[in-house]
């Protein structure tokens, strides 16, 4: 009994001391001379137009990646193909390797005397952009609707797809009347999770976009700059943000994850 | 439609699942093919549907070759061992499934599945999702999907290998009686004798991704084409170079010429029939069956003394 809750109270103390009170601080340093300052900090248009980013290039990768992780997971589960598992294996890179490499790597491969450097001298601008942004964040964020649709496309097996397809069904039509109802909680969850990726990250997006102040700059990279620039409410009103989108990311896991146990 | 497999050989890697196969089904039988697992008899069906290229062969519906047409086009109506229902759909929906993507008027989907389900006596729970439903009613519920296209033949995959044994008798009399009524040419896979027997007209006995034989129940079970077939369709003893079944085993409590010397191990009533364990004097296991009377009448009980003699046997060439 007293062992029970000693884990317990551990297991609390843990998270409360690594997790909560650091991102409670935060909110409590954030309105600590009101609303007004933090509002006025979020609202000016430096702020404004890293949020604006932030939420772009997000609404640009998440869709791309759903689409790739769900076709990725169906080849990984439903085909047999030379290279399959090592393809399997490289999915995960994104996972392992440190974010800052991967902005390193899309830096030598579209900058100058990169492989790709070609965009740019036909004036397509790659790096310091939009682009490379948004490449760095697709590249951070690809694995997580791939390793969530994986195990679950295992699960359900082939069965209900061929018997729809000798009912008559063509492959799209399968796809879309029998695989992806039941796959789509896994999706929406590996959604959630790639959208908390895209919106956070940092290490790769603060490569590849240069960090030119009020053009590539993220929200997380906004924070960052304000925090250097001894603006503390600025980067903390901003850090409030990304906490509350984090937040909401955390409701969406718990609204889609029982369903799919269910 | 008749189904016609010509030459049909597949194989999964190494494993040679079929090799050389050749069947002929009539039109609007019921046909098994039988076999342990492992001898190509998923296999055989799944080419039929088209759910396997074969490596060779042909497959012919009627008279068409179907061999390259996916299994979409081939009017087939497939069950499958679990049921393979859609989870997320209601009853009524799993059968309009097929009608649907034909596309078919809105009040014609709905008149066929009401019929269906009455066929498959369903008609309270087309409502229902089939995670509330019990395995015969979900088979049952598949079995009906799978006719609501109007197949021109229907394969079941070991239908009722995953229900109980008491649901799968009924399910057995049941498809027996609905096959009267809709004369589908229809495949069964099952590796269970007493299931094919009990169901088929004509059974396919396979073995190695082989036919060893193809014959009524009654010819398997009276003329077995070799010893795979006589010891897969019923249980057999087998004395020096014969086979003989438990009930060609004639028991007596005198010796003559013919008979042989064993003592009864173990009496297993089951009713009507009464089966016998004996142990030889050179220590080899026979099994006997007799009819309840007969049982009696040498009062058959542990440690007696018998005397046996083969009334029938069958010895086999090879």
Known sequence: MIAKWALRLGALGYLAFLLLVPVGLVFYRTFEHGFHPAWAAVTNPQALHALWLTLLIAAIAVPLNTLFGVTLAIALVRHRFPGRGLVNAIVDLPLALSPVVVGLSLYLLYGTGGWLSGFADHGIKILFALPGMVLATIFVSLPFVVREVVPVLREIGTDQEQAAETLGAAPFTVFRRITLPAIRWAVCYGVVLTTARAIGEFGAVSIVSGRIEGKTETLPLYVQSQFEGFNTTGAFAASVILALIAASTVVAMRFFRPKEEA | ?318
């Open chain 2, 1 to 318: 439609m008749g189904i016609t497999v010509v030459d049909v050989t597949k194989r999964f890697g190494d494993f040679v699942a079929l090799e050389d196969v050749s069947v002929a089904i009539p039109e609007g039988s019921l046909t098994a093919l039988l076999g342990p697992s492992g001898s190509g008899k998923s296999t055989l069906l799944r080419v039929i549907a088209g759910l396997e290229d074969p490596d060779r062969g042909q497959v012919l519906l009627g008279d068409a070759d179907v061999t390259h047409r996916p299994a979409r086009a081939r009017g087939v109506g497939m069950v499958f061992q679990h049921y393979a229902a859609f989870k997320h759909m209601t009853v009524s929906e799993n059968v309009a499934f097929g009608l649907k993507v034909r596309k078919r008027p809105r009040a014609e989907i709905a008149g066929r599945v009401h019929e269906l389900l009455e066929l498959v006596q369903l008609e309270g729970l087309a409502k229902r999702y089939p995670a509330q439903l019990s395995g015969g009613q979900r088979q049952r519920m598949a079995l009906a999907r799978a006719l609501a296209v109007d197949p021109e033949v229907l394969l079941l995959d070991e239908p009722f290998g995953a229900l109980d044994a008491r649901v799968r008798k009924e399910l057995r009399a049941w498809l027996r009686r609905l096959h009267d009524e809709v004369h589908v040419t229809t495949i069964i896979v099952t590796h269970d004798q007493e299931e094919a027997m009990e169901v088929a007209g004509q059974i396919v006995v396979l073995n190695r991704g082989r036919v060893e034989q193809v014959g009524t129940p009654r010819e398997l079970y009276e003329s077995p084409a070799n010893e795979f077939v006589m010891s897969f369709v019923g249980p057999v003893n087998r004395i020096g170079d014969s086979f003989v079944r438990p009930r060609d085993l004639t028991l007596r409590l005198e010796p003559d010429a013919d008979t042989r010397e064993a003592m009864v191990e173990r009496v297993v009533h089951l009713g009507f029939e009464v089966r016998v364990e004996l142990v030889r004097e050179d220590g080899q296991h026979l099994l006997a069956q007799l009819t309840q009377e007969e049982a009696e009448a040498l009062e058959l009980e542990r440690g007696l003394i018998v005397y046996v003699r083969p009334s029938r046997e069958t010895v086999f060439t090879s």
